[in-house]
C-alpha cells in the first residue's frame, strides 16, 4: 500500500497477458523459431561443432531479424553432464541438444530439440518419454487462476513417481516469460497465479534429456507457440488431454 492506502501493482505484471495482437505476433515468432531449430538439426553431420551449429542457427534467425538472446548446445557426454551447457568447438558424434532463446518485438521464447545419429536405446527412449509427459503435465495444470506453487508441486511428484528421484533439483522447471526471458521462475513458495493470456515455458529435465516449449494459457485451454513443425512427433495423453510433442530426430 502507498501512503493513500492505495495497492502497488508491479508494473512488469502489468504486461503478463497479452493481448489478441501481441499472441499472433508470439505465434509468427514461434513458428519461425521452430522451423530455424529443426531445419539445423535436420542439416547437421557428425564432425560438426556445437558453435558451427549455433552459428548456423543464428544465421537461420537473422534471416527473419530474430535476435538469439541465449543459447544452449551439447554434444554426446556433455547432454548427460550439463542442463544449461555453453556451446563449445566439440565436435557432435552421435548425440545432440539445441536450445535457444529467440526475440522479436520484445517478446522472448524458447525451445528445445534432441538430434540421435542412430537407432536410441530403449532406456533413452523410454526416459525422454517421461521428459515429456511431465512437461505435459505441468502445462495441462497451466490454467488461469491456477497458483504456480502448486504446478511446482505437481512436477517435484511427478519425477519421483516416475523414478526420476530428485532430478528436479539440478535446474529449475521454468515459468512466465515475455517481455523477458522469464518474468518469474516458478517453486514452491511462488505466490503468483496463472493469468489469462500469459505465456509460459516449462523445461523439466533428466541427465540426458530434456522437454521444452513456449505456449499462452488461455482460459479455453492453451496455444503452443513452438512446436514441432519438421521433426517426428509422439503422442502423450495426461489429464484427459492428447498432447502433439516433438520426437528426438533420428538420422542414419
Keep these: 500500500m502507498d501512503s493513500m492506502g492505495l495497492k502497488r501493482i508491479p508494473l512488469n505484471r502489468l504486461r503478463y497477458s497479452h493481448t489478441p495482437p501481441e499472441i499472433e505476433r ?5 513458428e519461425k523459431t521452430s522451423v530455424a531449430v529443426e531445419s539445423v538439426l535436420q542439416e547437421v553431420n557428425t564432425g560438426d561443432t556445437e558453435a558451427e551449429i549455433t552459428g548456423e542457427l543464428t544465421r537461420l534467425l537473422w534471416k527473419d531479424r530474430i535476435d538469439q538472446v541465449g543459447f544452449q548446445a551439447a554434444a554426446d557426454d556433455r547432454v548427460y553432464k ?3 551447457p555453453i556451446q ?3 565436435k557432435i558424434e552421435k ?3 539445441l536450445c535457444v532463446m529467440s526475440r522479436k518485438w520484445g517478446l522472448h521464447t524458447t525451445i528445445t530439440r534432441l538430434l540421435s545419429f542412430g537407432k536410441l536405446s530403449d532406456k533413452l527412449r523410454k526416459q525422454y518419454e517421461d521428459n515429456v509427459f511431465i512437461e505435459c503435465s505441468m502445462i495441462a495444470a497451466t490454467r488461469p487462476g491456477e497458483k504456480t506453487a502448486n504446478i511446482f ?3 517435484k511428484e511427478l519425477y519421483e513417481e516416475l523414478g526420476y528421484r530428485g532430478e528436479w533439483k539440478f535446474h529449475h522447471q521454468g515459468g512466465a516469460m515475455g517481455y523477458d526471458i522469464r518474468d518469474y521462475i516458478c517453486n514452491a513458495e511462488s505466490t503468483e497465479k496463472v493469468q489469462e493470456n500469459q505465456c509460459f515455458c516449462w523445461n523439466p529435465s533428466i541427465s540426458g534429456t530434456k522437454s521444452e516449449d513456449g505456449f499462452i494459457a488461455q482460459r479455453e485451454g492453451f496455444v503452443f507457440i513452438t512446436k514441432p513443425v519438421l521433426f517426428p512427433t509422439i503422442k502423450i495423453r495426461t489429464e484427459g488431454i492428447e498432447f502433439i510433442r516433438p520426437d528426438i530426430l533420428e538420422r542414419y
Design 26 to 30: 508470439y505465434l509468427w515468432l514461434g
Design 82 to 84: 550439463y542442463r544449461h
Design 88 to 90: 563449445t568447438q566439440r
Design 95 to 97: 548425440y545432440v541438444m
Design 153 to 155: 508441486i505437481k512436477v
